[in-house]
């Protein structure tokens, strides 16, 4: 256990799992098992979601979607939010029992399930499936090491989902969810990259929203926040899978819109997004409008010239008498 106590400890803010992958199979080795899975507690339904597993050679993985549900888990929940193992057999689980899908599903013998606790939550369940009985007497000396083992993989667990939170913080717009300019930036530059290798077309659609201070100055900050979240929502749906928008910063939004030259960005930006937003009916706000430039990659462009191109489309669309796209 040494070894593996040694690899969840080592496994850093930065870490990306590996360490955690690596500590399930060390375990299910050592104990000689058919199968260690590790599954995420689901508060909203009550049961438990498969995140990893690992199985020995001959062992047919479970299904990405394995789920055990709340009936099974129900009998031993109180058991498990104290931090008990608690152990499931064939020998003395009757097959009309539900607990004994939990054996069906996982194709073992008995089941050892070792809980996961975070702040006095439930926060998962380790999972060890042996293909034999497992002698009882054997169970007492053994279950705290494991107990312990499986702590460590919480805690391991715990560090890697808050590294994830933090990246997605430092990359994503806090008020709409949507990229930051920061990460905009940088996938920008990949694109231009990309395309000045490979000559492929894409396009940049700029917009902000038109008069949006007066929605403020009427309506109130929270509203104005309300429209910036309903809008940021509305462009999620529109865009294409492959395109990226972002928050360029207050009212203005930006998405880049890869293998799309300037009459396909055109079309997008005025069905997609400007009549869209205009048929919109804004909570506490009403029709709101927005005014878009739209401007595609030229060879030579750098992310400041290409950027300035698209801003001085939108800026011709609002002097033209805003709710338009203009081509830049």
């Known amino acids: 256990m040494r070894e593996i106590s040694l ?67 129900a009998p031993y929940h109180t058991r498990l939010l104290r931090g008990e193992a608690v152990i499931v057999s064939r020998d003395r689980t009757d097959r009309d029992n539900i607990e004994y ?91 231009i990259e990309r395309t000045s290798r490979y000559q492929r077309p894409f396009a940049v659609i700029m917009f902000d929203i038109d008069h949006f201070k007066r929605i403020n100055d009427r309506h109130g900050h929270d509203i104005g926040d309300a429209v910036l979240n309903e809008l940021a929502t509305i462009v999620g749906e529109q865009v294409r899978d492959s395109d990226i928008p972002a928050r360029w910063g207050g009212e ?20 997609r997004l400007r009549r869209r937003i205009a048929e919109t009916l804004f909570t506490g706000a009403g029709r709101v409008t927005i005014s878009l430039g739209v401007t595609q990659y030229q060879s030579g462009d750098t992310l400041d010239s290409l950027v300035k191109r698209a801003d001085e489309a939108l800026y011709r669309a609002k002097e033209e008498g805003r709710d338009r796209v203009v081509v830049g």
């Open 7 to 73: 690899i969840l400890l080592n496994c850093g803010m930065g870490g990306n799992g590996d360490g955690i992958t690596n500590a399930i199979a060390r375990l299910g080795e050592n104990m000689a098992a058919s199968r260690c899975s590790l599954l995420d507690y689901n508060d909203e339904n009550r049961g438990f979601d498969l995140f990893q597993q690992w199985c020995a050679p001959g062992t047919a993985p479970l299904e990405a979607d394995f789920h055990i549900p709340a009936v099974v888990v």
């Open 101 to 191: 899908s939990l054996l069906e599903a996982g194709g073992a013998h008995s089941v050892l399930c070792l809980p996961i606790l975070r702040d006095g939550s439930l926060e998962g369940v380790l999972i060890l499936s042996f293909p034999t009985s497992q002698p009882e007497l054997q169970w007492p000396a053994e279950i705290r090491p494991l107990q312990v083992t499986a702590d460590l993989i919480g805690a391991a667990l715990a560090r890697k989902r808050l590294a994830g939170e933090l990246e997605h913080q430092a990359s994503h717009d806090v008020l709409t969810g949507l990229n930051n300019r920061r990460k905009f930036e940088e996938l920008l530059l990949q694109e």
């Open 252 to 271: 203005e939004f930006i998405v880049l819109l890869p293998e799309t030259g300037t009459e396909g960005a055109r079309q997008a930006a005025e069905g």
